[in-house]
């Protein structure tokens, strides 16, 4: 398998994308379909291969296969995330149950498509991803509500001095919370403004619930909880009175 970076022709490509699948037709296939829209791909067939070389600023977007032969998708993702990358990552994978969603989000990647999929949903999903990890304005003053706060300049949230280890999705949806504070949220609300589609596909849904379960464990831990779910309408981040 040829790992160099392909592309479709001379023009400056949309995105570089870095394919980590074992399965080579599906490979061909996928480059293919990537090369059409614009982006240059590059392929590996292992997950040490990945962690290996330790993709950088070369990429800009990781497509990562779940099951590979020798480390899964998600330790590989794991790895890279306590390595310091911060390259956005989508998973692709048959399992889609609400166990691996949970197991894909808390390894830190920002999106997971579940096979069997279409072309279209690949390529609509990498650019909403691109859009988000490439939305950079001024750097505005921490967001605070409370004791709680997100530093966009630092990339840093604490709750009451105390430093919160959030991946990069699960940082974004707690901005988003909290940008939002004490406005009841629904799901398709979260997903817009989080994931930057609003009807992409199944299990949507359950991603906001994976994620909004995986926020409370961390930031609820250290005071009151601040995440509250209203039935029938969604979420709000808010104090509490008692």
């Not at 995330?81 to 692709?92: D, M, S, T």
């Not at 939305?135 to 919160?164: C, F, M, S, W, Y």
Request: aromatic share 4%; net charge neutral; proline share 4%.
């Amino acid at each position: 398998m040829d790992s160099t970076i392909s592309g479709a022709d001379a023009r400056s490509p949309r995105a570089r994308i870095l394919l980590v699948e074992d399965d080579e037709p599906m490979v061909e296939l996928l480059e293919a379909a990537l090369r059409h829209e614009g982006y240059e791909t590059r392929a590996m067939l292992t997950g040490r291969e990945c962690v290996s070389a330790g993709p950088s600023a070369g990429c800009d977007l990781l497509l990562l296969d779940v099951a590979l032969p020798d480390l899964d998708g998600f330790e590989v993702c794991g790895r890279l995330r306590e390595a310091g990358c911060e390259l956005p990552v989508i998973f692709l994978t048959a399992r889609d149950s609400r166990a691996d969603l949970r197991t894909g989000f808390a390894r830190g990647c920002d999106d997971y498509l579940t096979k069997p999929f279409s072309l279209e949903e690949l390529t609509l999903r990498i650019a909403a991803v691109l859009r988000r990890s490439r939305r950079a304005g001024p750097a505005d003053r921490p967001l605070r509500h409370g004791g709680l706060a997100l530093d966009d300049r630092a990339h840093r949230v604490t709750r009451n001095g105390r430093e919160i280890a959030l991946s990069p999705t699960e940082y974004r949806m707690l901005r988003y919370l909290l940008r939002w504070s004490g406005q009841v949220l629904s799901k398709s609300q979260i997903i817009e403004g989080v994931w930057g589609h609003a009807d992409a596909g199944r299990g949507d849904g359950n991603l906001v619930e994976v994620h909004i379960s995986q926020l409370r464990k961390k930031v609820d831990v250290h005071g009151p909880a601040l995440i509250h779910t209203v039935r029938g309408f969604g979420y709000v981040l808010r104090t509490e009175e008692r």
